[in-house]
């Protein structure tokens, strides 16, 4: 069956600018979560949207992360006035309740 | 104190050895514990779920011991496939812990 999918999977943007990720998860589950993943580094944990339970935001970096998932389905997560220290991977991953993850394959992000 | 706590390595091994990979979990009430594959600039795959009474899929054997609050992998006859970094992962109350990952390589 279809995995989780994200888009784009490549991303370069200048300093200063917005740019919008999107994750489709996997249909059926009611889990999604947002990571990041510098190079040679672990998993960095982000937000995560159980049902329609209120998000937790607790890993986002700063106010300039945001994120929404709608219909409980697709999510967008969303950098406002990237900086460089915003690149990485950005993975997504859904499951359904505690049950094992699975990721999609990531937007590779760079801020020039 | 981090949720969970894995050797980063590297673990270089000869094919056909044995290695195995431990990770410490800090949550007693922690519910349900995986382990993960993660090839280079490739996102992590399920390997396999890891059950109370241990569980064996081929030459990969995974195993809980909630007493100590860890669970380790074991892999038999390295393959040079099996080169990868290996990451653990616990839930608690819904929400997933990683390990850093461990990294193997395996050498002809």
Redesign the interface.
Known sequence: GAGVSQSPSNKVTEKGKDVELRCDPISGHTALYWYRQSLGQGLEFLIYFQGNSAPDKSGLPSDRFSAERTGGSVSTLTIQRTQQEDSAVYLCASSFSSYEQYFGPGTRLTVT | RKEVEQDPGPFNVPEGATVAFNCTYSNSAS??F?WYRQDCR?????LM?VYSSGNEDGRFTAQLNRASQYISLLIRDSKLSDSATY?C?V?TG????????TSLTVIP
């Open positions: 519910q349900s995986f490739k996102e992590p795959k399920l779920s990451l992962a839930n819904n929400q997933f812990y990683f390990g850093t990952g």
